[in-house]
């Protein structure tokens, strides 16, 4: 069983920050590329930054500059810096990862969503 946990979520007002962490737990033999999405009220889920194991990272354009994406591979836990929060930016975070594991000689590789965890930013 492998589960994806998050926290760090809550209400911080308009230009405050926020940190966000997710992480992977289970019988897992590897974790690939992790990332974060979310999805507004109304609106369609959007990546909003991802990063490979290697550390390479990809963010949207409308979070560059203001948020952070980081790993530890050791711990599993990938994290989402947020700074200078607007109000566009509230919505409910989801955690994804590329996790393999293993199963007698055979391994699998999968994706995984995390439950969410809701921001809001507002004053």
């Known amino acids: 069983q492998v589960q994806l946990v998050e926290s760090g979520g809550g209400l911080v007002q308009p230009g405050g920050p926020l940190r966000l962490s997710c992480a992977a737990a289970?019988?897992?033999?590897?974790?690939?590329?992790m990332g974060w999405y979310r999805q507004a009220p109304g609106k369609q889920r959007e990546l909003v930054a991802s990063?490979?194991?290697?550390?390479?990272?990809n963010y949207a354009d409308s979070v560059k500059g203001r948020f952070t994406i980081s790993r530890d591979n050791a711990k599993r836990t990938t994290y989402l810096n947020c700074d200078s929060l607007r109000p566009e930016d509230t919505a409910v975070y989801y955690c994804?990862?590329?996790?393999?594991?293993?199963?007698?000689?055979?391994?699998?590789?999968?994706?995984?969503w995390g439950q969410g965890t809701l921001v809001t930013v507002s004053s």
């Open positions: 990063i490979m194991w290697s550390g390479r990272t």
């Open positions: 994804n990862a590329e996790i393999t594991t293993k199963s007698g000689s055979f391994f699998s590789t999968n994706t995984h």
């Open positions: 289970g019988s897992i033999a590897s974790v690939g590329a």
